[in-house]
């Protein structure tokens, strides 16, 4: 039975991918490829109780997570946006919540995760670090089956089943979080305290997700529709008002006497809400065709970033002339239309060919600008209409893979894509190849190269993305991303079922983009060029990995080892230095033990160097007003009235610090239990950060103390132990 997740199942690729991901690696052409369970993420350790596809892949050689507890992906080198996310075929922009301590899949829905950071397959484009592609369980024809799941922060319920036996059948799923409901008590409770000072907090936050499909059977082929709707909502502030019923106010006086004044009751209003999200709907179809398979796809996706801050005043409440407001927002958002179809054959056990075609439509709305102010006396209105812009690519590609025997394979693809916006085309050739040669039979090497280009990007001013961050297609100012990708590797049998693999890669990257020295991201007096500069970046390192699969103990243990760097004509002088994230050691050990069916233990540690960031670490005295040509005074090392936080900052370069080691010990245990209707229950208890290493975020300079030389650094710490448990219910 072919499925609508997979090829017809005489190919050669559809043996390759039923094999144990180590297995896989030994065998197939491809590089840097790891597919991994939605089983396999479930029993992992979790933060507040919530498994996490972006978090298990953080813990892959070559793939670092930015910074502690964020969903963030950077790959070989790459930045955050450079990673496309497909949901079964659709394409998402944003895919975390809680601002990125959670990414957006429920992992309930997840058959597995197909994961490229080299070699890419020509089928894929459009981001040129890494491929996540997501493949949603298919749904059950012959019974309902499902499970429901209890959290720290969330609850989530999974359930699919027939429509039609045999004939049409769906699957849904839905989470959401309880932040809101479990906290309004207490902010109940806060805001009746403060309620005599005449002040109140808002306060309210709430993330949620809904997965969908519905899959029919027609003849030798099969119509599936899926959708997907992931969105968060913050929102912050604060309200002061007048309490005094008598109608007076009191001040007491710095003589102990207090002076009475007649008051007017009034409120002052300020209120901060940002809503994100991505959404997203697909319809496709599966037919064989000759002695091949057809799947074409057509989809609809929409990601949006809203943020909106008000402030009401009215001086008094009786009087309706003395209210106003202001309003200043933003508004980021893509929506994407696309049709693809693509060819499958088998020519014997030799030949694979696959043929590709497709178009998509974007519309962006990358920078709308909300300002409005109204009292009694006059209005504004300076909004920018959330201007728009409009781009047509079209991409067609062709994959060949041929299987030379047991000991060797190649997979050579070009990929040609077109760009048009604005009056501009930019087309692009990428040529893709990888080749194994099996020297034994346990035994073999491989090497690659892949080229890739990227037509929209996010440049974010902050160290963690955040959902303000404004995504820009190329254009004006902005040229397509690209990268070219070389890698070569060994990969092996080892004794007692173990398997390794060695990975070498060196890759270049073009046309990044960052902000400018000294240039705010929210200027409205700079056109988005005069904000931004371009250059280049390069990464190479080396990953490592042991895995065991099988058996009562099973575990990897990985290893990376990168350097990357950043040139930028007019960013520190023109000279080269090194990314935010250019993590020189990381180490993961994950392991699994089996004690029997009722109860698993697991495990994972992470050691990590530091990212960077640039920090002053000496400051100057202002030159003063009547003389700006005076040479400045450095706080010398012999000052001792000197404070390190004022005045002008000295920096001996970008990114010229590097933060602590990062590590963590996460741990857990499953206990399942049969129920005596056959269900099944699971109990799931986790400590994140088990031993508390406080890791440092960021670090922040203090003033000099009287009478000391030293400078003084103290860091930022975020997460500390974090005791997690979830209960799951299946049926």
């Known amino acids: 039975q072919t499925t609508s997740d997979s090829v017809p199942a005489q190919t050669l690729d559809e043996v390759i991918v039923t094999a144990s991901d180590a297995q896989r690696n030994l065998k197939a052409a491809e590089m840097g490829r790891h597919v991994i369970s939605g089983d396999v993420i479930l029993k992992l350790p979790v933060l507040f109780g919530e498994p996490d596809v972006v978090k298990t892949l953080q813990t892959l050689p070559g793939v670092a997570q930015g910074v502690e507890g964020f969903a963030g992906l950077y790959v070989h080198g790459g930045d955050n946006d450079q990673n496309l996310f497909l949901y079964n075929g659709l394409p998402l922009y944003h895919v975390s919540h809680v601002g990125g301590i959670f990414s957006s899949f429920n992992v309930s829905t997840i058959h597995n995760v197909d994961f490229f950071k080299s070699a890419f397959p020509a089928r894929y484009g459009g981001r040129i670090s890494s491929i996540t592609d997501i493949k949603m369980k298919a749904p059950d024809f012959e019974r309902f089956t499902g499970k429901f799941t209890v959290g720290l922060l969330a609850a989530n319920g999974y359930i699919s089943g027939p429509i039609v036996r045999d004939k049409l059948a769906f699957s849904a799923a839905v989470r959401r979080s309880w932040i809101d409901i479990v906290g309004l008590p207490a902010l109940a409770i806060f805001n009746a305290i403060q309620h005599k000072d005449g002040k109140k907090t808002i306060a309210g936050y709430n993330f949620m997700d809904f997965n969908a499909r519905v899959d029919w059977r ?70 064989r065709l000759g002695g091949g398979m057809l799947t074409g796809s057509v989809y609809y996706t929409r990601y949006f970033s809203n943020y909106r801050q008000k402030q009401e005043h009215q001086n008094d409440l009786s009087d309706p002339s003395t209210y106003g407001y202001s309003i200043n927002g933003t508004k980021n958002s893509i929506a994407d239309i696309g049709v693809n179809a693509q060819y499958m054959q088998q020519f014997g056990q030799v030949y694979l060919l696959k043929l590709g075609t497709g178009y998509v439509h974007h519309n962006y709305h990358p920078d709308g600008i909300e300002n409005e102010y109204c009292d009694a006396d006059s209005y504004r209105n300076d909004n920018n209409g959330n201007p728009q812009v409009r781009s047509n690519e079209v991409f067609a590609y062709v994959d060949n893979l041929f299987n030379f025997g047991e000991w060797a394979s190649l997979d050579a693809g070009l990929r040609f894509v077109s760009h048009r916006i604005g009056g501009r085309s930019f087309p692009r050739f990428e040529p893709r190849a990888s080749v194994r040669v099996n020297v034994t039979e346990d035994y073999s090497v491989k090497a690659s190269y892949a080229r890739i280009n990227q037509y929209v990007q996010q440049v974010s001013s902050n160290y963690i993305s955040l959902p303000t961050d404004l995504w820009q297609p190329v254009g004006k100012g902005l040229e397509p991303l690209g990268s070219d990708q070389y890698s070569v590797g060994v990969y092996g049998n080892l004794p007692r079922e173990m398997f390794f693999s060695v990975e070498w890669w060196y890759k270049q990257m073009r046309n990044l983009v960052e902000y400018r020295e000294g240039i705010s991201s929210i200027d409205p007096k700079l056109d988005w060029d005069d904000k931004i500069t371009g250059g280049k970046g390069w990464a190479y390192g080396v990953d490592l990995s042991v895995t065991k699969e099988f058996g009562k103990v099973r575990g990897t243990v990985s290893y990376g080892l990168m350097w990357n760097w950043r040139k930028f004509d007019k960013l520190n002088g023109g000279l080269k230095f090194p990314a935010k994230f250019d993590n020189r050691h990381k180490i993961n050990i994950n392991a699994t033990y089996r004690l029997n069916e009722k109860i698993e233990f697991n495990a994972g540690w992470t050691f990590m160097t530091g990212n960077r960031m640039t920090v002053a670490l000496y400051n100057y005295d202002e030159p003063a007003d009547f003389f700006p040509d005076a040479p400045t005074t450095g706080i010398g090392p012999n000052d001792y009235h000197g404070s390190l936080t004022e005045g002008i900052g000295y920096y001996s370069g970008r990114n010229n610090v590097r933060l602590p080691a990062y590590q963590r010990l996460d741990i857990g245990m499953s206990l399942y239990k049969k129920l005596k209707n056959g269900h099944r229950s699971i109990w799931n208890f986790s400590l994140y950060n088990a031993y508390c290493y406080m890791n440092a975020m960021t670090i922040k300079k203090e003033d000099m103390g009287y009478g000391t030389i030293d400078r003084n650094f103290r860091k930022l710490c975020l997460l500390p132990v974090i005791p997690s448990v979830s209960y799951t219910y299946e049926f």
């Open 218 to 287: 027609v003849g030798d082929g099969k119509i599936y529709a899926i959708g997907y709707y992931g969105r968060d909502y913050l929102k912050i502030g604060d309200r002061k008002f007048e309490t005094d019923d008598s109608g007076y106010s009191y001040y007491p006086n710095p003589d102990g006497t207090t002076t009475v004044e007649e008051s007017t009751k009034f409120f002052d209003e300020n209120t901060n809400r940002l809503v994100w999200g991505n959404w997203g709907v697909s319809l496709n179809a599966d037919y």
